[in-house]
């Protein structure tokens, strides 16, 4: 099955997972990556399959990824569909929210598979300012990793 997955990655994570999506579904389709930073408008209309990835920064999914599906909503209802985010958020109402902030409804509706996949707080790669709210949001003071491969292999079964 011919496959894009199209994500919206600040530092990295959203793409890391999305690559290891890739990895997973390799073997049985066809995929291209699509970063919407180099790319913020890739044609995907002839994909079979749409997996969207977007990182959550202070609660909300990137403006790319919004703006991506606010354009392409209607060929994006046409194909098989897979949602994700990737997010530091340690409650399982909060990831949900996020999940659900992040694309419109009818996306939701029309999604084959969703998850909140983890993430990361980079402090190699944050300012200062992203730094200091870090520390005080999150109480860490160091860069944290928890992309959660047993909820990317549950998506990706869902995807199968």
């Given at each position: 099955m011919k496959t894009a997955?199209?994500?919206?990655?600040?530092?990295?994570?959203?793409?890391k997972?999305?690559?290891m999506i890739a990895e997973k579904l390799?073997?049985?389709n066809e995929i291209e990556l699509f970063s919407l930073k180099k790319s913020p408008n890739p044609d995907i209309?002839?994909?079979?399959?749409?997996?969207?990835g977007t990182s959550i920064y202070a609660g909300s999914a990137s403006k790319k990824m919004k703006n991506f599906c606010r354009t392409n909503e209607?060929?994006?209802?046409?194909k098989k569909l897979g949602l994700f985010v990737c997010g530091m958020e340690p409650t399982k109402e909060k990831q949900e929210k996020e999940l659900q902030d992040a694309y419109?409804?009818?996306?939701?509706?029309?999604?084959?598979?969703?998850?909140?996949l983890g993430g990361?707080?980079?402090?190699e790669k944050m300012n200062f300012f992203e730094r200091f709210i870090i520390k005080k949001i999150?109480?860490?003071?160091?860069s944290v990793h928890q992309i959660n491969e047993n909820a990317i292999d549950e998506f990706v079964k869902k995807l199968q």
């Open positions: 997955i199209v994500y919206a990655s600040k530092y990295g994570t959203a793409e997972v999305a690559g390799k073997d049985t209309s002839q994909f079979e399959m749409v997996i969207l209607q060929i994006l209802l046409q419109p409804e009818v996306l939701h509706k029309n999604a084959i598979a969703t998850g909140f990361a707080f980079l402090f999150a109480k860490t003071t160091t």
